[in-house]
């Protein structure tokens, strides 16, 4: 099946920028999408199509997809993004077809 | 606004069968989406678990594919997750949620989540 790598945490003080990276193999040939998952909430979509934002997210998000690496960039890191996200791409090789990555934990000090 | 609400049981004994509905309101599920279950253990990641297209044939996860079965309730408006045999493996939050299918499938839309126990 098909495996997505992320780092465990990143941490980082307020306004400082975040970078958030998710690898797996030729991931720039597939779509990566990125959620936000605030303690005790339901995730949230944040990024789709690789660096497209849904109505309502702040311009502060951004992505990029290449190679073998998908980066989910957090401009001026504010207290209220201080939350878990994880990558998701589609994937038929296996027939898991969502996969998601392991998740980082984003702390801002 | 599209909103999605999962109900069922709490506690599940194991080697029961954990059944779980999900409401819609906003949007029929019989339009052009599919519906979807994903599951997040404590402490742990999401893992998707299987989804239904209305009219179509359901899919899941090959991990859980033997137990699993998902149904759509057009009447309703809701759809439907069972998994028999239940184990202390299956305890986590359980979330419904919306997505189209193929490289463009995000999940959009997203329940509360509902968290499971299995134990006796």
């Known amino acids: 099946s098909y495996v997505l790598t992320q780092p465990p945490s990143v941490s980082l003080a307020p306004g400082e920028t975040a970078r958030i990276t998710c690898g797996g193999s030729n991931i720039g040939r597939k779509s990566v999408h990125w959620y936000q998952q605030r303690p005790g909430q339901a995730p949230v979509l944040v990024i789709h199509y690789d660096s497209d934002r849904p109505s309502g997210i702040p311009e502060r998000f951004s992505g990029s997809n290449s190679g073998n690496t998908a980066t989910l960039t957090i401009s001026r890191v504010e207290a209220g993004d201080e939350a878990d996200y994880y990558c998701?791409?589609?994937?038929?090789?296996?027939?898991?077809?969502?996969?998601f990555g392991p998740g980082t934990r984003v702390t801002v000090l | 606004q599209v909103q999605l609400q999962e109900s069922g049981p709490g506690l599940v004994q194991p080697s029961e069968t954990l059944s779980l509905t999900c409401a819609v309101s906003?949007?029929?599920?019989?339009?052009?989406?599919?519906w979807g279950w994903i599951r997040q253990p404590p402490g742990k990641g999401l893992e998707w678990i299987g989804s239904f297209y209305h009219g179509g044939s359901p899919y899941s996860s090959p991990s859980l594919k033997s137990r699993v079965t998902i149904s759509l309730d057009t009447s309703k408006n809701q759809f439907s997750l069972k998994l028999s045999s239940a184990t202390a493996a299956d305890t986590a939050v359980y979330y419904c949620?919306?997505?189209?299918?193929?490289?463009?499938?995000?999940?959009?839309?997203w329940g509360q989540g509902t968290p499971v126990t299995v134990s006796s």
């Open positions: 906003g949007y029929s599920i019989s339009s052009d989406y599919y």
């Open positions: 949620a919306r997505h189209r299918w193929g490289s463009s499938g995000n999940f959009d839309y």
């Open positions: 998701q791409v589609w994937d038929t090789s296996s027939d898991h077809y969502f996969v």
